[in-house]
């Protein structure tokens, strides 16, 4: 059949308009395989700046060779072929990957003796996009942990966001590079996961390994979002705000998944606490900067699950705006400590003293329980004596849970018999809210 001129020209017309379309809906952008997967990314600074906080150990950020690898069971890094590719003036590069389907893909730029490294924080598939955040010190420190984590078979436990919250822009570069440091670090990071997963199979029972799951997806997600932030955060303004929303997304993953909120809170606490005393033989930089970030985590742990509880449990507006000042202050007190160890305990302390006090102002219960079940927690060989004396030494993550255990079953107790006749729901928020004010401090 022949067409005419008149039908030609449309025709022509519409497949021009189809290519166009079929172009941009690539998600790996014009001239990629589509069957790739594509890596969007760049090398930071050669200098740290205040304005960037970034660092890296490159003195030329053009024209750097940029290759993908498999980090392999033995936390070796194995380059994969056909992956090559160079950044630009500004140091950003786009590199094609043809996996199908990898776990533990790293991404390192520069010579052997100059390079900066960073790893994806989920599986890399093929048909996707993938953006990491800017390659410098901070970058690669977390690599290094990782790449120890896998060769230990640890790595399934841990998410990108454990080693995010514990590796900073404070103390990457002491522990690039420290193969003790990353040894340590990664342990502590394996010690904690354990008994984190533990804790979650106990308290949720049949649905754990379902809220595990979960979490650990909306943590990728929240990890994604990070550092697609951070690739196109321009200021140290920028980065802090993201880094502030991931942590927040961090606190509220287990919730989103099925965990309780004031559970949440306590499986963070008891995560903090033990990374941070498995970790001994480190500088005080390395150790200061990690607790200062990981107790932030804890806290606005808490504070959400102490709001949540005084709302479960009918307390006044103005109660509940008395907790809410409080969590402020106690981020605030934390965010100013340095990471200091005293300081950390004595923000704790004053955000204990500040929700007790608004707890006993609310005309809801008689101040005199709160005063009671207090002192059953604080006084000489009360509940929380004998909690820390549990913890004191290093324990398996069975001992653990029990010590938590027995200091929940504890409070609760005393919350009973404190309250008279207060109903089952207030019993247990109040019960929760005491366990809270009294975990970290």
Partial sequence: MKLTSKLILPLLIIGFLAMIQACSDDPAGPGADASEAVIHGSIAESETNEESQLQSNLTNIEGVT????????????????????????????????????????????????????????????????YTIKPLDIESTAETEIFATLVASGEAGLISKSDIEIVVNSGNAASIH???????????????????????????????????????TELKAEAQFQLEASLESASS??????????????????????????????????????????????????????????????????????????????GMSETTIQAIIDAGVQLKADIRESGGASAEIEAAFEQYH???????????????????????????????????????????????????????????YASAENHLGEADETQISAIANMMILINLAV
């Fill in 66 to 129: 940029v290759t993908a690898a498999q980090i392999t069971s033995d936390g070796s890094f194995q380059m994969i072929s056909d992956t090559e590719t160079q950044t630009d003036a500004s140091g950003n590069f786009t590199l094609h990957l043809d996996v199908e389907s990898e776990q533990h893909i790293a991404i390192i730029a520069g010579s052997e003796s100059e390079q900066v490294k960073g790893f994806l924080s989920a599986k890399v598939e093929n048909d996707n996009t």
């Fill in 353 to 411: 003293d500040d929700v007790r006090s608004a707890m006993e102002t609310d005309g809801s219960f008689e101040a005199t329980a709160i005063i009671y079940i207090d002192a059953d927690i604080n006084a000489s060989g009360g509940y929380k004596s004998i909690f820390d004396t549990a913890l004191s030494g290093t324990l398996g993550s069975s001992l653990v849970i029990d010590a938590y255990s027995t200091f929940f079953s504890s409070v």
């Fill in 177 to 215: 590079g420290n193969s003790s440091a990353v040894a340590e670090i990664a342990a502590s990071l394996a010690e904690a996961a354990e008994a984190r997963a533990a804790f979650i199979a106990e308290k949720a029972e049949e649905n754990s390994e379902a809220i595990l799951n979960h979490a």
């Fill in 236 to 313: 140290a303004g920028q980065r802090n705000e993201a880094v502030e929303i991931f942590i927040n997304s961090v606190t509220d993953a287990y919730v989103e998944a099925g965990l309780d909120v004031s559970t949440t809170a306590k499986k963070f606490e008891m995560w903090t606490r033990l990374l941070m005393n498995s970790i001994h033989d480190i500088s005080s930089e390395i150790k200061n900067e990690a607790r200062s970030s990981t107790f932030m985590l804890t806290a606005i742990s808490i504070d959400k699950a102490v709001q949540a509880e005084a709302e479960a449990s």
